[in-house]
Each structure stands twice: as structure tokens, then as C-alpha cells.
């Protein structure tokens, strides 16, 4: 297949599009390269990459929307893997244009796209952060998800309406995936596994919010990519069971799917960290602080749909990702300490 990934010198969108050209698919990828975090580590991704010869990479935004179009123009694409988005939480509390503008305005123009050039599935990023305020875990899509408690997470259920209604309307089957705290090699530099690795080896304390009285479902970059190609293979379909006096809000009489994809092994905050510790074999200082505007205290994720959709079951060990991260974390900053910056 000839593939698009948006947000390819992203973190998810690196290990997707290696994933694709391992098993031979042509790629087009694109990306800002925006300064959201370090654009080193986004140029660093990308240079994996150079060498592939069913690879090819634009510079493109896609708020831009001819650039947008004249890439579609260009291109005959057969899917889309739609991850460029502004990410952070806590970063749509000082500057929500940058929200509106990525998320929604640039997903709309993928939309648009998808539909004119006639692209056979669209795959994009939803966000466990959809859940919002529920409390009731494990988070299943048959959940109602009608109270985000940030900005970033209401434009990731913004994306999951608009797709419906695109798949409603214009038949474009399109499948969002509701990722749970990824973490892993080359991953982004605004999440806390990351930062906490990078202040423990430092002698920094750590900054530990609500007390450290968190859970997160930590899940593995290669338990994600499994699911958003094994996804990408199956379009989503009209669910032939659908309910209209009881609708299902995870699927639609519409080619219209949405599939969590995480764990589902909750971890504690404090177990969390303690993991680190022990790959970095060096003890935090924590400071620690109260819950942050825009965070949830837990997550959770019931997998059982996407696992009967397309049999992936995510399964890698926290001590294994965190080990594998580490050692990649060693290893990358050893070097680029020793290097002059390009």
C-alpha cells in the first residue's frame, strides 16, 4: 500500500512508519517540525529514516490546507495514518489556539482530503484522555465520554464526532484509536517517564503530582503500532447490529470504529517511578505536589474490543519497556553529549 503518516518525526509516528517499510509498504510522511519540545530529537527520528528508499518525507502543517491538497494531488493514497496533532495537557491550558488550529482545523483538512481523493481508511489518534471525568474503570468505548476536563481532550472527542459524520455522510471508513500513556525508545520529551529519567540521572528532584496518588496504564510503543497496523488492515465497516435506540458510541451503522489501546495494567505513580529507579539503578529526590488542572487521577483501558476487531492484545511488561527505554535514553544522550549539535 502507499501509506500517509502525518506527524511522521512524532514519536508514534517514527515506530509506525519503521513498522510499514519493514513490511514493504511505500510511505509518505509529513510533519511541522514544530518546537512544541526539542526539534533536534524530531530531525534525530526522522534521520532513521533517510535511507529508506520507499520513504519520502515533506515538511507540510496540516493546518495548511493547500499545501494539504496539493500533497493529496500528488500522491494516489490508498490510506492514512493520521497522528500529527499539538499534544500536552497541561500545554492547552496557556496556549488553546494551538489546539484549534492542529486538531481541529487540521483535522478537518485530513477529513477533507480522505474524502475528495477518495482514501480507502483513515486511521487517527484519539486519546485515553477522553474519558475525562469517569471514574469507572476499566474505560470501555462504550462509555459516555461527555465531560472532558481539558481542552486537548475535548478536541480529541471533537475528532472522533467529526470523523463520524464523514464516515456518515461520505461513507469514509475511519478508525480512532484512544492511546494510553505511551512511553518508550525516542519517545517525547514532555512526559514523565521521560522527564523523571532525565532528572534522577541528573540529581534534580522529580516533581510527583497528587502526592503521588496516580495510575496510569503505561503502554508499550510496540504494543501501539501493533494495533494502529493491525487496524489499518482491517477498515472499519458498518456495525450490522448497531442500535439506534441504544447507540453504541464505540461504533456506528457507518464505516465508523473507536478502539482503546492500552495495558490493562493499571501501575501506581510511586511503583512507576520505583521501576525507573531500578533501571537507572539511582534513587529519586520527589517533590511532591498537588493534582494539576487538566490531569485524571486514573486510567484504565478494557481492550476487549480491539483484540476481538483484530487480535492484538498488548502485552509487554513495564519493567521491560522501561529497561528498553532507559538503555535507549543512555544511549542516545551519551552520544549527542559527545557530538557538536547539526
Same mark, same amino acid.
Not at 528508499?53 to 490508498?78: K, Q, T, Y
Not at 534534580?204 to 503505561?218: A, E, H, L
Not at 494539576?292 to 474490543?305: E, F
Given at each position: 500500500?502507499?501509506?500517509? &503518516?502525518?506527524?511522521?518525526?512524532?514519536?508514534?509516528?517514527?515506530?509506525?512508519?519503521?513498522?510499514?517499510?519493514?513490511?514493504?509498504?511505500? &510511505?509518505?510522511?509529513?510533519?511541522?517540525?514544530?518546537?512544541?519540545? /526539542?526539534?533536534?530529537? =524530531?530531525?534525530?527520528?526522522?534521520?532513521?529514516?533517510?535511507?529508506?528508499?520507499?520513504?519520502?518525507? *515533506?515538511?507540510?502543517?496540516?493546518?495548511?490546507?493547500?499545501?494539504?491538497?496539493?500533497?493529496?494531488?500528488?500522491?494516489?493514497?490508498?490510506?492514512?495514518?493520521?497522528?500529527?496533532?499539538?499534544?500536552?495537557?497541561?500545554?492547552?491550558?496557556?496556549?488553546?489556539?494551538?489546539?484549534?488550529?492542529?486538531?481541529?482545523?487540521?483535522?478537518?483538512?485530513?477529513? *477533507?482530503?480522505?474524502?475528495?481523493?477518495?482514501?480507502?481508511?483513515?486511521?487517527?489518534?484519539?486519546?485515553?484522555?477522553?474519558?475525562?471525568?469517569?471514574?469507572?474503570?476499566?474505560?470501555?468505548?462504550?462509555?459516555?465520554?461527555? $465531560?472532558?476536563?481539558?481542552?486537548?481532550?475535548?478536541? =480529541?472527542?471533537?475528532?472522533?464526532?467529526?470523523?463520524? !459524520?464523514?464516515?456518515?455522510?461520505?461513507?469514509?471508513?475511519?478508525?480512532?484509536?484512544?492511546?494510553?500513556?505511551?512511553?518508550?525508545?525516542?519517545?517525547?520529551?514532555?512526559?514523565?517517564?521521560?522527564?523523571?529519567?532525565? /532528572?534522577?540521572?541528573?540529581?534534580?528532584?522529580?516533581?510527583?503530582?497528587?502526592?503521588?496518588?496516580?495510575?496510569?496504564?503505561?503502554?508499550?510503543?510496540?504494543?501501539?503500532?501493533?494495533?494502529?497496523?493491525?487496524?489499518?488492515?482491517?477498515?472499519? @465497516?458498518? /456495525?450490522?447490529?448497531?442500535?439506534?435506540?441504544?447507540?453504541?458510541?464505540?461504533?456506528?451503522?457507518?464505516?465508523?470504529?473507536?478502539?482503546?489501546?492500552?495495558?490493562?495494567?493499571?501501575?501506581?505513580?510511586?511503583?512507576?517511578?520505583?521501576?525507573?529507579?531500578?533501571?537507572?539503578?539511582?534513587?529519586?529526590? =520527589?517533590?511532591?505536589?498537588?493534582?494539576?488542572?487538566?490531569?485524571?487521577?486514573? @486510567? $484504565?483501558? /478494557? &481492550?476487549?474490543?480491539?483484540?476481538?476487531?483484530?487480535?492484538?492484545?498488548?502485552? !509487554?511488561?513495564?519493567?521491560?519497556?522501561?529497561?528498553?527505554?532507559?538503555?535507549?535514553?543512555?544511549?542516545?544522550?551519551? *552520544?549527542?553529549?559527545?557530538?557538536?549539535?547539526?
Amino acid at each position: 500500500m502507499k501509506v500517509l &503518516v502525518t506527524g511522521a518525526a512524532g514519536f508514534i509516528g517514527l515506530h509506525t512508519v519503521q513498522r510499514l517499510l519493514a513490511r514493504g509498504d511505500t &510511505v509518505v510522511g509529513i510533519d511541522n517540525l514544530n518546537d512544541y519540545y /526539542d526539534p533536534q530529537l =524530531k530531525h534525530d527520528r526522522l534521520a532513521l529514516l533517510k535511507d529508506q528508499p520507499s520513504f519520502s518525507f *515533506e515538511r507540510i502543517d496540516v493546518a495548511d490546507r493547500p499545501a494539504l491538497e496539493a500533497l493529496f494531488s500528488r500522491h494516489g493514497f490508498d490510506r492514512v495514518v493520521h497522528l500529527a496533532a499539538q499534544a500536552g495537557v497541561r500545554y492547552s491550558l496557556t496556549h488553546p489556539h494551538a489546539y484549534g488550529e492542529a486538531n481541529l482545523v487540521g483535522f478537518l483538512n485530513i477529513l *477533507e482530503a480522505c474524502r475528495q481523493h477518495l482514501v480507502a481508511h483513515l486511521v487517527y489518534a484519539s486519546s485515553s484522555s477522553v474519558y475525562g471525568g469517569n471514574r469507572k474503570m476499566p474505560f470501555a468505548e462504550a462509555d459516555a465520554v461527555d $465531560h472532558p476536563v481539558s481542552l486537548y481532550a475535548a478536541t =480529541k472527542k471533537a475528532n472522533e464526532l467529526m470523523a463520524h !459524520t464523514y464516515s456518515h455522510l461520505y461513507g469514509l471508513p475511519t478508525t480512532g484509536l484512544r492511546f494510553f500513556t505511551v512511553y518508550g525508545p525516542w519517545g517525547r520529551p514532555d512526559m514523565a517517564y521521560f522527564s523523571f529519567t532525565r /532528572d534522577i540521572l541528573a540529581g534534580t528532584p522529580i516533581k510527583v503530582f497528587n502526592q503521588g496518588q496516580m495510575v496510569r496504564d503505561f503502554t508499550y510503543i510496540d504494543d501501539i503500532v501493533d494495533g494502529v497496523v493491525a487496524v489499518l488492515d482491517k477498515p472499519a @465497516t458498518p /456495525d450490522e447490529a448497531f442500535d439506534a435506540m441504544a447507540p453504541h458510541p464505540g461504533r456506528s451503522a457507518a464505516p465508523y470504529r473507536v478502539f482503546n489501546i492500552g495495558n490493562q495494567n493499571p501501575v501506581m505513580l510511586g511503583d512507576f517511578i520505583a521501576t525507573i529507579e531500578s533501571a537507572l539503578g539511582r534513587a529519586a529526590v =520527589k517533590e511532591y505536589l498537588p493534582m494539576q488542572p487538566g490531569d485524571v487521577q486514573g @486510567t $484504565h483501558a /478494557d &481492550v476487549s474490543a480491539l483484540t476481538a476487531w483484530t487480535g492484538v492484545q498488548p502485552s !509487554t511488561s513495564l519493567s521491560s519497556g522501561i529497561q528498553r527505554f532507559v538503555e535507549w535514553y543512555r544511549r542516545y544522550y551519551d *552520544e549527542a553529549e559527545a557530538s557538536p549539535s547539526v
